[in-house]
């Protein structure tokens, strides 16, 4: 497949290497802040039920990040990109989660799924609509 053509006669750069490259540190954020979140719970008496808001805060803030990463590195189509940020990373989570511990397919995770698409896809929008800090 060959990439659209700009006006100006420019080659316009194919997104799957910066979703493929954001969506890994968006994965990676998750994982750090999954970490860090089950410390927390571990010091702290925390009720059980604070952990699925926890997981949706750190899935959310890697989707985000991937999303916001991916549409600067882009440049353009923030919010096509940001959301395939959030689905490969959901991707990646999910899959993860269902080699190590066997997951299944319910209402939550369709959920959570969603969530991470519409955090990626705002990341992208600010990613796009956020200008760079000219020295």
């Not at 940001?82 to 989570?93: D, L």
């Not at 269902?98 to 997951?103: A, I, Q, R, W």
């Not at 939550?108 to 992208?124: D, E, Q, T």
């Amino acid at each position: 497949m060959m990439s659209e053509k700009h006006p100006t006669g420019k080659h316009l750069p194919h997104p799957v290497k910066p979703v493929l490259l954001c969506s890994l540190i968006g994965a990676a954020v998750v994982a750090l802040l999954l970490a860090g979140f089950s410390f927390l719970l571990t010091l702290q008496d925390l009720p059980h039920s604070a952990v699925e808001p926890l997981a949706l805060l750190a899935g959310g803030a890697g989707c985000l990040l991937a999303g916001f990463l991916c549409a600067k590195l882009h440049g353009r189509s923030g919010l096509l990109t940001g959301a395939a940020c959030g689905v490969m990373v959901f991707g990646i989570i999910f899959l993860t989660g269902c080699l190590t511990m066997g997951g299944a397919l319910g209402p939550s995770v369709w959920l959570k799924g969603l969530i991470f698409l519409f955090c990626g896809a705002i990341g992208g929008v600010l990613g796009v609509n956020t200008a760079l800090p000219v020295k």
